[in-house]
């Protein structure tokens, strides 16, 4: 399995560009068949160090990691997290 984490840090922080970016990267469950887990968790912490969002996704092998990267439901959310998004960080790991 492969899981693919993201943390996004809004460039502008209010509620409405929130629910804008939850619900963009909500759009991409059951919309990208090799997507096997979604999950997107906002942070209650606030701290300096803290990211705003981290999505969480689940793939059953490293080319079904990047069939999602070009999928075609998947670029317009990218396209909408970029613009809403000051910075992000991700890793891209394999377990058993």
């Known amino acids: 399995m492969v899981k693919h984490i993201v943390m996004f840090k809004l460039a502008e922080k209010n509620a409405g560009n929130l629910e804008k970016a939850v619900n963009a990267l909500k759009s991409l469950e059951d919309n990208i068949e090799e997507l096997r887990f979604l999950e997107v968790g906002v942070d209650y912490q606030g701290s300096e160090r803290s990211y705003d969002i981290v999505l969480t996704t689940h793939f059953d092998a490293r080319k079904d990691l990047e069939i999602y990267r070009d999928h ?3 670029k317009p959310v990218a396209k ?8 992000s960080a991700v890793v891209d790991y394999e377990v058993p």
């Open 80 to 87: 909408i997290m970029r613009e809403l998004c000051s910075n």
């Open 72 to 74: 075609k439901n998947h």
